[in-house]
């Protein structure tokens, strides 16, 4: 499902929460909290979920899932990763953008040479970076900021990154 651009990864199920079937629920949204009111959402398998949210946790949520009712229905959904359409959600905001529309685009220098593809795009607190997979080489992993990615062109299937030459390194051309 990941490479299904009409669905958007919404959360994550990290594992059970308590005795009743209830899953320990990471949220991806913007506003973490508003995951439920996108639901029902789909798994890789194609389940679907409708979600409520029980109570806030550290890093989470506590959440009850449609049809799960034991803790061991739910402890075998850890790693799940749930989806909704495209469709149900808001259009980002102007320089704003689901991470799912940055995988895949072709990452090129502010001289036209490509670099390579985004791979991924992580969050680890600080602001997003991006992972541009390199054929032959490691990933080079930039800041997701005006300055190091100073165009987006989502239609055009490409961004422009302008990182600072230290995350370059000896990389070979």
């Known amino acids: 499902m990941p490479a299904d651009k009409s669905l958007v990864c919404l959360g994550a199920i990290a594992g059970a929460w308590g005795v009743r079937g209830d899953v320990r629920l990471k949220s991806f949204c913007a506003d973490?909290?508003?995951?439920?009111?996108?639901?029902?959402?789909?798994?890789?398998?194609?389940?679907?979920?409708?979600i409520r949210i029980v109570k806030a946790i550290k890093g989470a949520f506590a959440a009850r899932l449609s049809g799960v009712t034991t803790r061991e229905e739910a402890e075998e959904l850890k790693g799940t990763r749930l989806y909704a359409p495209r469709a149900r959600l808001p259009e980002p905001e102007e320089d704003e953008f689901y991470h799912a529309d940055l995988i895949g685009l072709t990452a090129i220098d502010t001289g036209g040479t490509e670099i390579g593809r985004v791979g991924a795009v992580m969050d680890h607190g600080a602001g997003d970076i991006l992972e541009i997979r390199i054929p032959g080489q490691n990933a080079l992993l930039i800041p997701f900021t005006l300055a190091t990615?100073?165009?987006?062109?989502?239609?055009?299937?490409?961004?422009?990154?302008?990182?600072?030459?230290e995350i370059l390194g000896d990389r070979d051309d």
């Open 149 to 165: 990615v100073p165009t987006v062109d989502i239609a055009g299937g490409r961004i422009v990154i302008d990182p600072p030459a």
């Open 32 to 50: 973490p909290a508003s995951i439920a009111e996108y639901a029902p959402l789909t798994s890789e398998d194609g389940r679907s979920f409708d």
